[in-house]
């Protein structure tokens, strides 16, 4: 679903953006479809790296690797 939104967006970057592309809209929400990206990305990136930096959920990990090798077949 689509919502009509009014910007203000100063004179160069107007024409930066008309520079970019014929379509304003679709141009602005692919960028910011690209901006919402890079932050779940940067995200994802943290969670692991405290992940990896946690003791407990370390060791708990290397007990669920255990039962990996119990012998069933998925």
């Keep these: 679903m689509s919502k009509k939104v009014s910007i203000?967006?100063?004179d160069e970057t107007l024409k930066f953006v008309d520079s970019c592309s014929k379509n304003r809209?679709?141009?602005i929400n692919?960028?910011?479809l690209q901006e919402q990206q890079r932050?779940?990305?940067e995200d994802l990136e943290k969670?692991?790296?405290?992940?990896?930096n946690d003791p407990d959920f370390q060791k708990e990990i290397s007990t669920w690797?255990?039962?990996v090798s119990d012998g069933l077949d998925a």
Excluded at 47 to 52: C, E, H, N, P, W
Aim: hydrophobic share 50%; net charge negative; aromatic share 10%.
């Design 39 to 41: 932050v779940l990305m």
């Design 30 to 32: 692919h960028i910011l």
């Design 25 to 27: 809209s679709s141009f």
């Design 47 to 52: 969670s692991y790296q405290d992940q990896a």
């Design 65 to 67: 690797d255990i039962v």
């Design 8 to 10: 203000t967006l100063d």
